[in-house]
């Protein structure tokens, strides 16, 4: 079976930081690019950030430049999205995903995880 389960969410305080893990299994990481979407209430699914594995490439969304990266542990089959300087606005559902390329598009992906809660609040 075929699955990406994320895992590190919770509750934060802001201008704190939490680690999300996205462990995949089924299949290896070496020839796809991974991405994290978010989904906040009553917004859509929006594109985070997503690293290619050709060439190491990141693309990011403005408002996590500087506050978030990706890497990726192959060995382990897992990416990691280290996120800090938490914001209110950062709240939301994180989901990750797999395509053969990187797109800020959510109907570009097939694949999914469940999705884990991230909560930035005082």
């Known amino acids: 079976q075929v699955q990406l389960v994320e895992s590190g969410g919770g509750l934060v305080q802001p201008g704190g930081s939490l680690r999300l893990s996205c462990a995949v299994s089924?299949?290896?990481?070496?020839?796809?690019?991974i991405a994290w979407f978010r989904q906040a209430p009553g917004k859509e699914r929006e594109g985070v950030l997503c690293?290619?594995?050709?060439?190491?490439?990141?693309e990011l969304a403005d408002s996590v430049k500087g506050r978030f990266t990706i890497s990726r542990d192959n060995t382990k089959n897992t990416v990691y999205m280290q996120m800090n300087s938490l914001k209110a606005e950062d709240t939301a559902v994180y989901y990750c995903?797999?395509?053969?390329?990187?797109?800020?598009?959510?109907?570009?992906?097939?694949?999914w995880g469940q999705g884990i809660q991230v909560t930035v609040s005082s």
């Open positions: 995903a797999i395509d053969e390329s990187c797109s800020s598009l959510a109907l570009d992906y097939d694949i």
């Open positions: 690293t290619s594995s050709s060439d190491g490439s990141t």
């Open positions: 089924g299949f290896s990481l070496d020839y796809y690019a």
